[in-house]
C-alpha cells in the first residue's frame, strides 16, 4: 500500500470515513428478484382482477414517449414503509428487468430480446397525493399504464407485448414516466404471461410450464375439461392430448389460447404433450366449466370473455 | 483498515438461484455503493453504478455465482462503471458537483476539514480516485487495483503518485 504522510492521512482517513458513514439508498439494499413460487395460484385472482383495470387503463394512457438521456436524475427509491406487493416469476423465466424499485421518471437500462420474443412487465404503484398513475413505454413505442397509485392499497397489474422482439430481436429501452410523488416497482421478464382463467371457470391443475417440447403431468378430469395456453417466441406451438387432439398456436399471434378438446370421457386419465422449438417459452393450466364449446378454440377478450378462433395456426 | 465484506460463494451443491443471489450479492451493495461514491462523489450517479453492478450480476448469476470470489467481480464491474458512465457525463459537460454541503464551517472545524479535502479530491481524475480508494482505502494490492481497473500495475503506481501529488498541493502539504 502507498506510503502516505501522516498530516494526508488522518484527512483522508476522516474523508473516506465520512463517505463510508453515509447509509446506502434502501433501493439497492432492497434489491429483489422476488423467489420463484413456481404456482402462481395466489396471483391468478389478483391478476384476473387488475388485468382488467389494467387494460382499461392502458387503453386511455396512449402517450408520446419523452426520450431522456443519461443525464435524467437516477430513480429515488421508494421508501420501506411503502413496499409493494412482490411479484412472482417461475424458475426457467428469463429476467430481463430485474425487479427494480423507484419513484418518478426514470430510463431504465437496456435489455436485448430475442427473435420473436416478447416482454411480460409486471408494475405496482404507491403515491402520497393524488397523482395516480405510471406509465411505461419501450423505445418509440407507446406504452401502457397502471393506476390506482393513489388508492390506499395502491396500483398493481401487468400487461404483455408480443411482438416487442420483432422478427430479428434487438435492444429495448424501458421509460417510465411518473408524478415525483409515485414510487412504483417492475419487473420485466420474457413471456408467457400468467394465464388468466375466463370468466366462470376453476382450475382443475397447477399450471405447468416449460421452454421446448415437454409433457404436462397426467390428470383425470371428472367432467368437461378444457386447456389454456399461454406461449412466446418465435414459432408455433402444438398441443396433443392422449387422444390424440391437437390444437396449434402462432405464438406472436395469442396470447392466451383456450381449446376444448371434442372427444372427452370424464374419469379417464388424459396427458398432454406440447411440441414447440426450444425458444418457445409456455404455460398450460387445465380448467372444467366456462370454456370454449367442444372441439373449439377461443383466445380471451377484455373482462375475462372468450372470442371463437381457429384451432390450428394460421401464417395470416 | 478498509471496508471489504467478502460476499461468499454459493454454498456447494446449492444452485444459483434468486435466493443465492438475495444472500450473495445484494448484501454487499453497500460496500460497492461505498465504493462508487468515494470515486463518483454523487448519490444518485453511485446507486446508478450499483444498480448496474447488481444487474451485470444477476444477467450472469449462473457463472458468478460459481466464482472463487464473487465479491472481486462485483468490485471490477463497479469500479469499470464508475469510470466508463462518469467519462461519458463529462464529456457531456456534466455540472460542477457540490461540496458535502451547503455550510461554509469555520477553518479548523473537522468540517471545513473534510469540505477542503472533498475539493481536493475531486481535483483527481477517475481513476486517480480509484486507485486511491482501492488501494489507500480498501487495502487492495497495486496488482489487484490493476485488474479491477483494466490497467498495468505500473499504471495505477503512476495514478497513485499523481492523485497524491495532486491532493498535497491543494492542501498544502507539500
Known sequence: MIDMDPGLDTKLRAFFEHIEASSPPSGLTDFDVAAGDRRRRSMFNVFAGLAGAAVVAAGVAVFAIQLRSHDSPPPAPAESSQRLPRFKVHGDTRVLVPVTYGRGSVTLPAFTLAPGESVYVQVACKSGTTADTVQVGQNQRFGSAIAGCSTPTGGHGGWFGTDQGGPSGGSVTTYVTADPAVSWEILMTDGPPPILAPRGSRALRPVAYGRGSGRVPEFTAAKDYFIAIDCSGAGSLTIVSSLSQAATILCAQYAQFYFTPSEQVPGKPVSLSVVAPSGVGWEVEVFEDGGPSPGACATLRDQGGLKPTPCAASSS | ?174
Open chain 2, 1 to 174: 483498515m478498509g471496508v471489504i465484506a467478502a460476499a461468499s460463494a454459493v454454498p456447494a451443491g446449492e444452485a444459483p438461484t434468486e435466493r443465492t443471489f438475495e444472500a450473495v450479492a445484494v448484501p454487499d451493495a453497500r460496500r460497492l455503493y461505498s465504493l462508487a461514491m468515494s470515486i463518483l462523489r454523487d448519490e444518485g450517479e453511485a446507486e446508478d453504478a450499483v444498480q448496474e453492478t447488481l444487474l451485470k450480476a444477476w444477467r450472469s448469476w449462473e457463472s458468478v455465482a460459481r466464482m472463487e470470489r464473487p465479491a472481486a467481480w462485483l468490485t471490477r464491474v463497479c469500479v469499470n462503471h464508475c469510470i466508463s458512465r462518469r467519462r461519458l457525463l463529462r464529456s457531456r459537460g456534466w455540472p460542477p458537483l457540490a461540496l458535502i454541503d451547503n455550510a461554509t464551517p469555520a477553518h479548523g472545524d473537522p468540517a471545513s476539514d473534510l469540505i477542503d479535502i472533498d475539493r481536493a479530491y475531486r481535483r483527481l481524475s477517475l481513476r486517480q480516485r480509484a486507485a486511491i480508494t482501492l488501494n489507500y482505502r480498501h487495502g487492495y494490492s497495486v496488482e489487484e487495483c490493476a485488474v479491477f481497473m483494466g490497467c498495468r500495475p505500473g499504471t495505477v503506481r503512476a495514478h497513485l503518485a499523481r492523485g497524491l501529488a495532486t491532493l498535497r498541493k491543494e492542501l498544502g502539504n507539500d
